[in-house]
């Protein structure tokens, strides 16, 4: 299991307009990595949603956003044009991504258990250490993990 202090895990994964984004493309920028569910749906939808409208103080902080789930790269466009979001949305159908930061697991819903993606964050910096991660968050936890950087 990563944690604070170590370098993030790479990944190389297609974006909502059909990009391939790796996380060496942001190396030398604040970077902060969210792992949710699925598209669309009430908890991820406000996840994104709490991003979105601190988008403005969370680029005043030099802070890229990427949101990154097992839905498929056209999904992913419509839920991010249906909410308006600014920020890069990647997809992981394999959970390769996930697997490495933790955020793929077991899960449990209803009396059953099976695998799942698992509600996780991480904050990355400049050279590519983590400098905060959590699994198992809450949707609203994550627009405010930009200010590590600010209490740091």
Not at 25 to 32: A, C, P
Not at 89 to 117: N, Q, R
Request: aromatic share 8%.
């Amino acid at each position: 299991m990563i944690q604070v202090g170590d370098v993030a895990p790479g990944f190389e994964l297609t974006s909502d307009t059909g990009e391939t984004v790796r996380l060496d493309d942001f190396r030398g920028q604040r970077v902060i990595v969210y792992f949710y569910p699925k598209a669309d749906t009430p908890g991820c939808t406000k996840q994104a949603c709490a991003i979105q409208d601190l988008g403005p103080q969370i680029s005043d902080a030099g802070v890229t956003v990427i949101g990154i789930s097992p839905d498929a790269p056209d999904k992913l466009a419509k839920f991010r044009a249906k909410y308006s979001l600014d920020f890069l949305l990647l997809s992981d159908p394999d959970h390769t991504a996930a697997e490495a930061y933790g955020a793929w697991g077991k899960k449990s819903m209803v009396g059953k258990m099976f695998d799942g993606l698992i509600r996780s964050h991480a904050a990355i910096d400049e050279e590519g250490n983590i400098v905060a991660i959590k699994n198992k968050v809450k949707p609203l936890e994550t627009a405010d993990l930009w200010k590590v950087w600010k209490e740091s």
